[in-house]
Every structure is written in structure tokens, then in C-alpha cells.
């Protein structure tokens, strides 16, 4: 066994002790959102290792080798709408839904819509997403397994997904934020050390390397057509700042000024963190183009740059960017599974049993999870694709959910159902020159719209 591998397992042992030392027993209220008492740093660290997945940086990476700096001009819109809803629409989910647990809580529950059908709506949309999401992390995962130990496939798949699963047990809400800042603060002070240790190498050149990226993002854009470009712009916009795994930061965070703080903050590292991704990426075509371009290239950039054991350091970084969104993603499945849906089952489902049976949850989507990752080939295309069809879905109820006062259910559901189903079709049939997400916000914005105002309008008749 290499030393390399020596440090990896050793670091898993670590960090399975700390899970331990810093575990809190409670109920179902600190599994979920950690008694609601966390601080400034700890929500913002957690916010963007939760975001800056492997996705964001294995697979930003890999579009960077592949086509220079094209996305370090639309990625980073990410961050830049983190910053907006930090400003405008964190306080106000802080304050509003302060005993709200999911999602399902904000878009369906009683300061809201108020009714079970949205929230079973919001609900299943949370869990499809979730779901698909803690398939690419074992993938991703399974991935750097693969890389370190040479393990086939699926067992570096296994390996990956039972530990992040174990410790997601252990702990919960509290436990993945807690083991987040430290990962966070890991991959933070590696990745910038990768990026200068490229640039001060001997073969690097500024002047050739702005040559060498400037034609080829120029081939990436020539590639791309506007509708391409402007589809990713709305992905990025729309996608950022109330997906589950943040908004039950919102929640478990001290008070609204916690909230609005570290979010505006980790809006403004993750516009960076991107650029800087595909910079990484950019520069290591340029360094090493017979590298192969797939999701291990940032691998392999590491490999060369890293010597030693400082290599399995590295690794171990990554390992932790898997980590810390797996575990959210697993942690907010259980919840949104035991807050969202049991209860249109059992509606008198205590605390305890919602406990039992958001982590049943959390072990079922696991085992799934390992034997879809086998068929999995990139971690971004998945996570594209599933916050494209959910921010068609949810981003307007959710919005109207915290800016409004007086709400309509069948306005939500209906508005939630058009943006799926517009979607759907113009995925199917559209005209590819506008955007599928552009089509499925707006048919769900204005059937929203439209359903509001035909119940007030009825609402004024009736009380006359």
C-alpha cells in the first residue's frame, strides 16, 4: 500500500472520530437543522462546499480543457444570483419560515400555499432531484476512489457512498455542516496552490497561454449557438439560493442576519471559485494537452503538480468536495422524505418516527444510488440537467411563496406543473433557438399570475 493511500485511510479515521466527538443526540428539530443555532462562518463554508461540488470543480475542469475560458463567462452567473437572493430573499425565508424544516414547508406550508398537494408536489420534485444528484456524487466519488486504490468501478462506487452515508447517519444536519468547514477550508487553500504552482511552472508562458486560450474559447463560442449560450445563462441565474440543500442552511443558521451574511459572502467566493475551476482547466490543455479530457483531468493536472504525499493531500481535498455535497444531498432527501410526503401517509407521524424514517430514506436513496452511478459518465451533465427541469418547476412558487402574503394553492400547483410540462414538450418539439428553460419559467409565470388574479378577482366577488 502507497503512502498516498496510507494518508487517505488515515483521514477517513479522522474524520469518523470527529463525526463521533462532535455528535449531538436529539430529535428530529437537530437532525434537520441543528437545533437553528449555527453562526456566520460555519453557514458560509458549508453553503459552498455543499454548491462547489465535484461537478463544479472536476467537471468545470474538464469544460476548461475541452473549451478554454467559454464557461468562465457564463458560470459564474451562479454566484452573482447567490448574491441577489442573499440581499433579497434569504431574511425574508429566515424570518418567515421559522419552524419550517424543507422546501415542501416553504413552497406548501401554512405561511404559505397551505395545502398537501403542493407540498407532495414540491416534495417529489425535491426527491427526484435530490436523488439524481447523490447519483453523481457516486460517481464523482467513486471516480477518485478509482484513481487512488484502482478499485473497479463499482466497488469504488460502494466504497464512497457507504461511508458518506454512515457519517450522514451518525451526525446529521449538524454533522454535515460541522465537516463541511473543514473540507471547505481544505479544497480552499489546495485548488489556489494548484492554480500557482501551474503558473510558475517552467513551460508556462502568460503571453502563449492567453494565445492558446483565446482561440480555443473562441472555437467554443463559434461552436455554441446564442440559444445554447443563453440556456446555460438561465440554468446558472435561475438555480442558485433556494434549492434544498441551501435553504436548510437558511434554516438552521442563528437568525436572518447569519443567513444574509454568509450567503452574500459565499455568492461572491463561488463567482471566483468558478473562474478559477476553469482557469485550472484551461491551463492544464495548454500544459499537458495528451491528457485525457474527462472528469479525471483535474486528477491528473494534481498528479503532475503535487509530489508525493502532498498528492494524496490533494486527493483527499476532493474526496472531501464529494463529500460534503453527497452527504447534504443524502441529509436533505431524509428530511424532505420524512417532512414532505410521510405525513400524506401518516399524518400523525411524531418527530421520532419522522427521524426513523428520514434516515430509512437516507439508506434506501444510498443503495440506489450505487447501482445507477455504474451508468453515469459526467457529474455536471447530470447536475445540469436536474436543476434545469427544477428550477422550471420550482422557482416561482417558491419566490411567490416568500415575497407574498396571500396565497392560492391551485396557483402553485398549476404553476408548478406548466413550467414541468412546457418543458417537457419544448425539450421534445420546441424550436431550439429559445431556450427550453426560458419557455418552462415563463409558462409557469404567467399561469401563476393568471391563476392569482382569477382568484382574487373571485375572492372579491364572492365577498361582496
Not at 6 to 22: A, D, E, H, K, N
Not at 232 to 247: E, M, Q
Not at 382 to 389: C, E, G, V
Request: aromatic share 14%; hydrophobic share 55%; with cysteine.
Amino acid at each position: 500500500m502507497g503512502n498516498n493511500q496510507i494518508i487517505i485511510i488515515l483521514f477517513g479515521l479522522l474524520y469518523f472520530g470527529f463525526i463521533l466527538y462532535t455528535r449531538r443526540k436529539g430529535d428530529f428539530d437537530e437532525y434537520s437543522v441543528a437545533g437553528r443555532g449555527l453562526g456566520s462562518f460555519a453557514i458560509f463554508a458549508s453553503i459552498c462546499a455543499s454548491y462547489l461540488g465535484p461537478g463544479w470543480t472536476m467537471g468545470l475542469t474538464r469544460e476548461g480543457f475541452n473549451n478554454g475560458m467559454f464557461m468562465a463567462y457564463i458560470a459564474p452567473v451562479m454566484g452573482i444570483a447567490m448574491i441577489f437572493v442573499a440581499l433579497f430573499l434569504t431574511p425574508k425565508i429566515r424570518k418567515k419560515f421559522t419552524n419550517s424544516y424543507s422546501i415542501g414547508d416553504i413552497v406548501g406550508g401554512e405561511r404559505s400555499h397551505n395545502h398537501p398537494v403542493v407540498i407532495t408536489m414540491s416534495g417529489i420534485m425535491v426527491l427526484l432531484s435530490l436523488s439524481a444528484l447523490v447519483v453523481a456524487m457516486s460517481y464523482a466519488g467513486g471516480e477518485l476512489i478509482n484513481n487512488v486504490f484502482g478499485f473497479s468501478k463499482f466497488w469504488s462506487i460502494v466504497i464512497i457512498t457507504l461511508v458518506v452515508m454512515m457519517y450522514s447517519l451518525f451526525g446529521g444536519i449538524r454533522a454535515t455542516i460541522q465537516t463541511d468547514v473543514i473540507q471547505f477550508l481544505h479544497f480552499a487553500i489546495l485548488i489556489p496552490i494548484l492554480a500557482l504552482l501551474i503558473i510558475l511552472s517552467d513551460g508556462f508562458s502568460w503571453e502563449q497561454y492567453n494565445q492558446f486560450a483565446v482561440t480555443k474559447t473562441q472555437v467554443a463560442f463559434d461552436a455554441s449557438s446564442i440559444s445554447a449560450i443563453l440556456g446555460l445563462l438561465l440554468v446558472f441565474l435561475t438555480i442558485a439560493g433556494y434549492d434544498p440543500s441551501i435553504v436548510s442552511r437558511y434554516l438552521a443558521s442563528k437568525n436572518d442576519k447569519v443567513a444574509k451574511t454568509s450567503t452574500l459572502w459565499s455568492g461572491v467566493f463561488i463567482a471566483l471559485w468558478t473562474v478559477l475551476m476553469i482557469f485550472i482547466g484551461t491551463a492544464g490543455a495548454y500544459m499537458y494537452p495528451q491528457l485525457v479530457a474527462n472528469d479525471q483531468v483535474l486528477l491528473h493536472i494534481a498528479e503532475i503538480q503535487f509530489h508525493g504525499i502532498f498528492y494524496g493531500i490533494f486527493i483527499i481535498a476532493m474526496i472531501g468536495v464529494v463529500m460534503s455535497s453527497q452527504d447534504t444531498f443524502l441529509n436533505n432527501a431524509g428530511v424532505s422524505f420524512a417532512q414532505d410526503i410521510l405525513p400524506r401517509f401518516k399524518p400523525s407521524a411524531s418527530n421520532k418516527n419522522k427521524l426513523f424514517y428520514s434516515k430509512a430514506y437516507t439508506i434506501f436513496i444510498g443503495l440506489v444510488a450505487i447501482v445507477v452511478a455504474n451508468y453515469v459518465e459526467s457529474a455536471l451533465q447530470i447536475a445540469l440537467i436536474i436543476l434545469d427541469y427544477y428550477a422550471n418547476v420550482m422557482l416561482v412558487a417558491t419566490v411567490f411563496a416568500i415575497i407574498k402574503k396571500n396565497h392560492y394553492w391551485q396557483s402553485a400547483a398549476l404553476s408548478m406543473a406548466s413550467g414541468f410540462v412546457s418543458k417537457l414538450v419544448w425539450d421534445l418539439i420546441g424550436i431550439e433557438d429559445i431556450p427550453s428553460i426560458f419557455i418552462g419559467i415563463s409558462f409557469s409565470f404567467i399561469v401563476y399570475l393568471l391563476t392569482d388574479f382569477y382568484f382574487n378577482l373571485t375572492l372579491k366577488r364572492n365577498n361582496k
